[in-house]
């Protein structure tokens, strides 16, 4: 079973490149997010989805833009790339909400921003 | 919007103590309180959840009680081993549809 796949799970970029950070799951999951870490902030979401073709803002929604085209999957854009964004950036997913709360997150991708 | 804070940042232990960590939202709204832990180089995963209509829920050796009076809520690991050692978040949100709020994180170290 392979849950949360992100990719790529690391990447370098200068200032003002553009990227997409790619989430696919296979569990059949409604909800999608993505959040970033930072030491000392913990996780803070930036935009989730609560079913295909769908998207909300986060706490820290600004300079990222996302896309749910197909349920299984969640893509999250930088257009302009910034030294802030420098991060670790995970996806989850959940099932219904109703029925279970629970998160199930991929393994991270590193951003570095120079 | 929803706030959660955590404390404490870090807290170390020595093997078979335990350990007590808090959380306070500021939702009144919210009904769902998850914590997660997270290994080194890993996503991470739910340990134990609660939702307001207990007070305090069990599985082994971890424990959550709420206060929803207060609006503060508490993981409490017994009788710690090395391998509890990861950073613990909490969180909170509405169980209906809304997105998890989580604390900065609490990074325990057990030591042997």
């Known amino acids: 079973n392979a849950g949360v796949t992100q990719t790529p799970k690391f990447r370098v970029l200068k200032t003002g490149q553009s990227m997409t950070l790619l989430c696919a799951q296979d569990?059949?999951?409604?909800?999608m997010y993505w959040y970033r870490q930072d030491p000392g902030m913990g996780l803070r979401l930036i935009h989730y989805?609560?079913?295909?073709?769908?998207?909300a803002k986060g706490e820290v929604p600004d300079g990222y833009n996302v896309s749910r085209l197909k349920k299984q999957n969640f893509l999250l854009g930088l257009e302009s790339a910034a030294p802030s964004q420098t991060s670790v950036y995970f996806c989850?997913?959940?099932?219904?909400?109703?029925?279970?709360?629970?998160?199930?997150f991929g393994e991270g991708s590193r951003l570095t921003v120079l | 919007g929803e706030n959660v804070e955590q404390h404490p940042s870090t807290l170390s232990v020595q093997e078979g103590d335990s350990a007590v960590i808090k959380c306070t939202y500021s939702?009144?709204?919210?009904?769902?309180f998850p914590w997660y832990k997270q290994e080194l180089g890993k996503g991470p995963q739910l340990i134990i959840d609660?939702?307001?209509?207990?007070g305090e829920k069990k599985d082994q050796r971890i424990a959550v009680t709420l206060n929803k009076t207060a609006k503060h809520f508490s993981l409490h690991i017994t009788e710690t081993q090395p391998e509890d050692s990861a950073v613990y978040f909490c969180?909170?949100?509405?169980?209906?549809?809304?997105?998890?709020?989580f604390g900065k994180g609490t990074t325990l170290s057990v030591s042997s």
């Open positions: 989850a997913s959940s099932a219904n909400r109703e029925d279970t709360g629970e998160l199930f």
């Open positions: 569990m059949n999951h409604e909800y």
């Open positions: 989805s609560v079913g295909e073709g769908t998207t």
């Open positions: 939702d009144s709204a919210s009904n769902y």
């Open positions: 609660i939702r307001s209509n207990v």
């Open positions: 969180a909170a949100s509405r169980i209906e549809g809304t997105a998890l709020i």
